[in-house]
């Protein structure tokens, strides 16, 4: 366990479904990400949340749409999502200026 | 953005020292070097982390010579469980991680 803990691990999606996956940290962190890693590609950041507010969107189509109700939780809904968003979505927190990320397990989610 | 260059693959046998090269010729002032470790459908772990000379931590060595150029993770006596992607980030860490962008990496096998 990492401290940083996502739900569910594995998600199998409809094209036309609405899903959610669940981040939550308990470290005392204050910057909150999710990233996308896609099979033989680097990791890309998606979203970046710090002390609840978004500070950065990196060109995310609008069908993923994050949510942090508070500085342990984040959340990132799916909706109308193609096949070729089927990837390993990983949650991660830090602490400005220290130590880098804390990575949760990741969801693995497929799009059928 | 510093980039970084790293080797795509290594191979070595249980019980070696093992040394993954990172090149950042462009690397800035304030740029920190960092390393992490991801096992397959896992988030990245971080290893270490560093300025400038030598840091030692209980999982590793980083070796970052006077003009910073370059760096160089040293994980001492391998065993199988050290199998993974080792990635090298490079940036400003002053106010949070997401400016650090993930590459390729390096897969680690270690052999038996």
């Known amino acids: 366990e990492t401290g940083v803990t996502q739900t569910p691990r594995h998600l199998v999606m409809g094209m036309t479904n609405k899903k959610s996956l669940k981040c939550e940290q308990h470290?005392?962190?204050?910057?909150m990400y999710w990233y996308k890693q896609s099979a033989k590609k680097p990791l890309e950041l998606m979203f970046v949340?710090?002390?609840?507010?978004?500070?950065e969107n990196n060109s995310v189509p609008s069908r993923f749409s994050p949510e942090c109700p508070n500085s342990s939780h984040l959340f990132l809904h799916l909706h109308t999502l193609q096949p070729e968003d089927s990837a390993l979505y990983l949650c991660?927190?830090?602490?400005?200026?220290?130590?880098?990320?804390?990575f949760g397990s990741g969801t693995r989610l497929t799009v059928v | 953005l510093a980039k970084t260059t790293q080797p795509i693959s290594m191979d070595s046998y249980e019980g070696q020292e093992v040394n993954i090269t990172c090149s950042h010729n462009?690397?800035?002032?304030?740029?920190?070097i960092t390393w992490y470790q991801q096992f397959p459908s896992q988030g990245p772990r971080f290893i270490i982390q560093g300025y400038k000379t030598k840091v030692t931590n209980e999982v590793a060595s980083l070796f970052i010579p006077a003009d910073r150029k370059s760096s160089t993770l040293s994980l001492p006596r391998v065993s199988l469980s050290d199998t993974a992607v080792y990635y090298c980030?490079?940036?400003?860490?002053?106010?949070?991680?997401?400016?650090?962008?993930f590459g390729t990496g390096t897969r680690l096998t270690i052999i038996p």
């Open positions: 991660a927190s830090s602490q400005p200026a220290n130590y880098g990320y804390t």
């Open positions: 470290l005392g962190h204050n910057a």
């Open positions: 949340y710090n002390f609840k507010e978004q500070t």
């Open positions: 980030l490079v940036g400003d860490i002053s106010f949070g991680n997401e400016k650090l962008t």
């Open positions: 462009n690397i800035a002032t304030n740029d920190y």
